[in-house]
């Protein structure tokens, strides 16, 4: 009968340990690629829109996934204080397969393309009573179901709010003046500059006109002398 001495336990338990550290670390991987790569909708950089009373509005919505789709479901709801109304939902059956959207609501309009991965609707003539959470919800089979939903919010007004431009006027108008400032400043110094250069090149030739004069002069007076010297 074979026996296994400790050193070879040792040995088996290290490498079982090991198999199952990669194992892991396979699987985490493999979670991490497709959670980052999954399936997401998106409502843009603004969730939240503020629109007037009888006005026509774009509810946006966009869908993407690393790994493809297929027959993707999507659906709009609108969440009438705790309770789902249902506004549209269609399959799309490939990428750049238009889907057929049923619409529940009259005043619904589906305006996305799979082309673009837009599944965005309009809402038309809003009133106050549509005011509130709006839920774009999506589901890939092609990853297992995996499901994401995006919320944007309709807020109906009387009237749109004039926008306060006070402060930028204030920045501008701070701005505009410290720019003309500097410019002032500049013009003013390249003018200094250029007087302080041109009174240089006046000295200069002063300096260079005195010196020659009183060459002339020095010669002139030697040889006036030198004339003049009577002879023994």
């Not at 609501?105 to 309009?122: A, D, M, Q, Y």
């Not at 774009?136 to 092609?142: G, I, S």
């Not at 030739?205 to 060459?215: I, M, P, Y």
Request: charged content about 20%.
């Amino acid at each position: 009968m074979a026996s296994v001495d400790s050193t070879g336990s040792s040995v088996s338990g290290r490498l079982r340990s090991g198999d199952l550290l990669y194992t892991g670390l396979a699987v985490a991987l493999l979670l991490g690629v497709w959670s980052v790569g999954g399936l997401e909708v998106s409502t843009g950089k603004v969730s939240q829109l503020e629109a007037m009373n009888g006005s026509t509005v774009l509810l946006p919505c966009t869908y993407s996934s690393c790994i493809g789709i297929k027959n993707l479901y999507f659906s709009w709801h609108y969440n009438d204080n705790g309770t789902m109304n249902k506004y549209c939902e269609a399959v799309i059956p490939n990428e750049d397969v238009e889907p057929k959207v049923s619409v529940y609501h009259e005043r619904v309009e589906f305006v996305g393309s799979s082309k673009s991965n837009n599944i965005s609707i309009l809402l038309w003539n809003i009133t106050f009573e549509d005011e509130g959470e709006y839920i774009c919800f999506a589901r890939n089979p092609k990853e297992k179901n995996r499901n994401h939903s995006a919320i944007y919010t309709l807020i109906v007004v009387d009237q749109m709010r004039e926008v306060d431009n006070t402060l930028t006027v204030i920045i501008v108008s701070v701005l505009g003046g410290v720019i003309g400032l500097v410019i002032i400043v500049m013009v003013i110094k390249a003018l200094v500059v250029h007087f302080l250069l041109k009174d240089d090149e006046k000295n200069k030739e002063c300096l260079v006109s005195s010196g020659n004069d009183n060459t002339e002069n020095g010669l002139s007076g030697a040889k006036a002398d030198n004339k003049g010297t009577p002879k023994a």
